[in-house]
């Protein structure tokens, strides 16, 4: 059974930095996507950032982009997200997931087609 544990959230202001990390137990050599949601109050859950194991492609969502790096320490079984220049719509418990079918990623990144979840940790941008 793959479990998932994130850590690494907290309060922040406005401009400041956090780097989250996801403990990966269970963990195999074949899973095809990993990657980190979120949900903000009263928004929709939203995928962040995915890394696709068979090429290491990375994706961000739009709001993101060139702000979080997403990353994975395969010895440490490990995911990453470093975010810089954080912005109160930030604002959220972040998720890291896992996938082993092959679900493509437009599945993945809207509709959370994942296969396990992590219980999330909360991230407050707030001044």
């Known amino acids: 059974q793959v479990q998932l544990v994130e850590s690494g959230g907290g309060l922040v202001q406005p401009g400041g930095s956090l780097r989250l990390s996801c403990a990966i137990s269970?963990?195999?050599?074949?899973?095809?996507?990993i990657g980190w949601f979120r949900q903000g109050p009263g928004k929709e859950r939203e995928g962040v950032s995915c890394?696709?194991?068979?090429?290491?492609?990375?994706y961000y969502t739009t709001s993101v982009r060139g702000r979080f790096t997403i990353s994975i320490d395969n010895a440490k079984n490990t995911l990453y997200l470093q975010m810089n220049s954080l912005k109160p719509e930030d604002t959220a418990v972040y998720y890291c997931?896992?996938?082993?079918?092959?679900?493509?990623?437009?599945?993945?990144?809207?509709?959370?087609?994942?296969?396990?979840w992590g219980q999330g940790t909360q991230v407050t941008v707030s001044s």
């Open positions: 997931a896992i996938e082993f079918q092959g679900r493509p990623i437009d599945a993945l990144m809207t509709r959370g087609e994942y296969d396990y």
């Open positions: 269970g963990f195999t050599s074949d899973y095809k996507v």
């Open positions: 890394i696709v194991s068979a090429d290491g492609s990375i």
